[in-house]
C-alpha cells in the first residue's frame, strides 16, 4: 500500500520508495521541476531540429531526443533547487517551494537529480558517440549557473545560456553532419538575449532580498530603472537575431510566394511580445506567463513557415 505524504512525516519515514508511488509525489516532483515551463525550451528545440532541412527523423530518434531534452531539464532544475534550498529558505517568495517547505526530503530531490542526469546521459548515449562526447556541457553550466548569483551581477546570462543550448541540441540531434549550423546559431543567440533579458526582470522580484543577502542580480546592482533597460537592450539584440534567422533560414533570401509576408507578420508578433514584456515589467507574472510563454512559439512558427516555404516543405 503506498504511503502519502503526510503519513510519512508522521512516521519519520523518508525513503524515495515509499513516497513515490502516490499521485500527490508525482504532482509534487512535477512542481519541484516548474514541469510546466517546458513550454520554454520545447519550442525551440523544436526549432533547432526544423531550422534546415534533412531527412525525416524516425519515432525511436523522437522518443531520444524528447528523453533527453526532459532529463536534461529535469536535472537543471534539481540541480538549481538543491543549491539554491538555503536562499530559498530565507527569501519570503520561495520559502514555499518544496525543500524549503519540507514537502520533499534531500534524498527525493538526489534521487530525481540521478534519475534524470542518467536518462539524459542514456539518451546522449544512444543517440550517438558525438553526443555522449559533448554531453557534460549542459551538465556544467546547468552546475555553474546557480553559483554565477553568488559571484557577478551577468548571472542571468547563465540561464539565457542554459536555454539557449536547447536550439542547438534539437539541430545536433536532427542533423548529426552538423551541416549548415548557421539558423541554429542565429536561434541560441536569440534564446541568450531573450531569457537573459527576461530574467532580469523576474529578479526584481527579490530587489530587496538580493539587496539584503548579498545576492547578485542586475537590478541589486544597478537599481530597478537601469535593469529593465539593460533588459531592453537584451531584447532589442534578441529581435535582432530573429531579423537574422529569417534570412539565414531555407526560405529566407526568397522574395517569391508567401514567404516575404509571413516572415514579416511573424517577426512583427514575435516583437510585439517582446515589446510587451518590456512594457508589462511592472507585473512579472503577466509579462511570464501570458506573454512570455508564447514568444517560442512565435519563433517555432517562423521556422515552420520557412520550411513550408521550402521546395520540399517540411
Known sequence: MALTASSCQTAGVSTVSASIATPG??????????????LFSLPLLLAGIFSVPGPALEWRRWLLVGVAAVGARTAAMALNRLIDRRLDRLNPRTRGRELPAERMNLGEAWALLAGSSMAYLVACAALGAWFIRVSWIPLAVFVIYPY???????????VGAALALAPLAGYAAAHPDLARPGP?????????????????????????????????????????????????????????????????????????????????????????LLLL??????????????VNVWVGFAVLALVLAARAATPGGL
Open 25 to 38: 509525489r508525482l504532482r509534487t516532483y512535477a512542481s519541484f521541476v516548474r514541469f510546466e515551463h517546458t
Open 148 to 158: 554565477l548569483k553568488r559571484l557577478t551581477p551577468l548571472c542571468h546570462l547563465g
Open 184 to 272: 541554429s546559431l542565429w536561434l541560441a543567440g536569440f534564446a541568450l538575449a531573450w531569457v537573459s533579458g527576461f530574467d532580469i526582470i523576474y529578479a526584481t522580484l527579490d530587489e530587496v532580498f538580493d539587496r539584503t543577502h548579498g545576492v547578485h542580480s542586475m537590478v541589486a546592482w544597478l537599481g530597478r530603472g537601469p535593469a529593465l533597460r539593460v533588459s531592453a537592450v537584451l531584447h532589442l539584440l534578441a529581435f535582432g537575431c530573429l531579423v537574422a534567422l529569417a534570412f539565414a533560414l531555407p526560405a529566407g533570401g526568397g522574395t517569391a510566394g508567401w514567404w516575404p509576408l509571413a516572415a514579416t507578420v511573424l517577426l512583427g508578433g514575435a516583437g510585439t
Open 277 to 290: 514584456e518590456q512594457r508589462w515589467a511592472e507585473n512579472v507574472n503577466l509579462a511570464f506567463f501570458k
